[in-house]
């Protein structure tokens, strides 16, 4: 089980993890097997060893507040998360410079905040389902083209923080999808009058109820880091572990 610890008097920050005491492999030939050398490590213990009689505390990391610039799969990055010990809330900065290294922890004096900047339809996957569904009627390069530009242009008329999130799986944690809300599709219906008529209009309208949930239709935004930095106070002196606390402490070895 994860454990997040946070060292009052230094600030220093460990994620204890059931791998802290797997060992590091060095190949000293990449023929065989037998060469690979193990290296013994405890990074808790060592951590624990290097803030012995300083106050520590558990912190929850709080959900869905972790962010970063880089696909999720990418290995050398860096991200941003919030956690709390119940009364105080933290910035949390997780990175590492080569994918050799492992992770490192530390406070961020300050705050993160996400701005939207972008919001647009999926084009491509429209264009591929107009041509999947109308199969029998195919509708022309320009209504389809004609199409996806309306849907655009009423998108821009559409603030995200009126929009319905999606659990929608993405690569990357600053994509986010949205659904389209109802009324603003029926504007979309009402002003395809303008590109389909008869027959096509009622397929189209068709077209907008069956997609509207199923991933085609859901809009993309896109979001941008800014975290704000303040210099760090000056720490006041904090005690070493009270007599009381020690118990507590040994019990997260």
Do not use: W
């Not at 029998?136 to 995200?160: A, G």
């Not at 880091?225 to 118990?247: C, D, G, M």
């Amino acid at each position: 089980m994860n454990q997040l610890i946070h060292c009052i008097n230094c600030d220093a920050v460990f994620l204890k993890t059931p791998f802290d005491q797997e060992p590091e492999y060095e190949h000293t030939s990449f023929l065989s097997f037998p060469s690979t050398k193990a290296t013994e490590r405890d990074d808790f213990k060592d951590f624990m060893k290097d803030h012995d009689g300083h106050r520590l505390e558990d912190l929850t990391i709080i959900e869905d507040s972790c962010v970063s610039d880089k696909d999720y799969i990418e290995p050398v990055k860096v991200s941003y998360f919030k956690a709390t010990n119940g009364k105080e809330n933290f910035v949390v900065r997780k990175f590492r410079e080569r994918i050799g290294e492992p992770l490192r922890y530390e406070l961020v004096a300050g705050d993160y905040s996400l701005t939207c900047v972008s919001l647009d339809v999926q084009a491509r996957e429209i264009e591929k389902q107009l041509i999947r569904d109308f199969t029998e009627r195919p509708l022309s390069k320009n209504k389809v083209d004609s199409f996806i530009r309306l849907y655009d242009h009423i998108t821009k008329t559409v603030e995200v923080k009126n929009l319905e999130r999606i659990p929608e799986e993405s690569s990357n944690p600053l994509e986010v999808y949205y659904r389209m809300d109802d009324v603003t599709l029926m504007y979309l219906l009402r002003n395809c009058h303008h590109i389909f008529k008869g027959q096509d209009y009622s397929d189209i309208e068709n077209f907008i109820s069956r997609h509207k949930d199923d991933g085609v239709l859901l809009l993309k935004a896109v979001y941008k880091i800014h975290v704000v930095e303040r210099p760090k106070a000056e720490k006041k002196s904090v005690p070493s572990v009270l007599p009381l606390e020690r118990k507590k402490v040994k019990e997260m070895v």
